[in-house]
């Protein structure tokens, strides 16, 4: 079975300029191409697309999955240097999460101190002329 680059972004919601960009930097293989130049794609690619989509959609830079995808391509190998990509990823999300929970108690606190008046004594513009970690008289 081939395919279409359209019929590829079809079957696996990734779009045709994102494809080829993944071709180009290496992700997915230069594909057969027809004689009238037109790309074509078969199983393994549809599987190998959609395992970089799923990557993505977890967050996985482009490096991170061009190094999981060698490793899925050699399973006889131990599954450490998956584990400490993983594990990388995974202290990063950890630090975005707390970068945001900080952000939502700011945004509480100046809604908090939000008396509903005018523009003038609006304690939300107010904070946001205030260094963070300041309080506003």
């Known amino acids: 079975m081939d395919v279409s680059i359209g019929e590829l ?5 990734v779009k045709v300029p994102t494809i080829r960009y993944y071709e180009q930097v290496g992700l997915l293989p230069a594909p057969v191409r027809t004689e009238g130049k037109q790309r074509r794609y078969g199983p393994g690619d549809i599987m190998r697309l959609n395992f970089i989509k799923h990557g993505r959609e977890l967050g996985f830079e482009v490096n991170d999955i061009r190094e999981l995808l060698a490793l899925s391509a050699q399973p006889e190998r131990p599954c450490e240097n998956a584990d400490r990509i993983t ?5 990063a999300v950890d630090q975005r999460i707390a970068q945001l929970a900080a952000l939502q108690a700011e945004l509480t606190r100046m809604l908090g101190s939000c008396s509903g008046g005018c523009v003038a004594d609006c304690q939300i513009l107010e904070s946001l002329s205030t260094p963070t970690g300041e309080k506003v008289p």
Request: proline share 0%; charged share 30%.
């Open 9 to 13: 972004s079809r079957q696996t919601g």
């Open 87 to 91: 594990r990388r990823h995974l202290t």
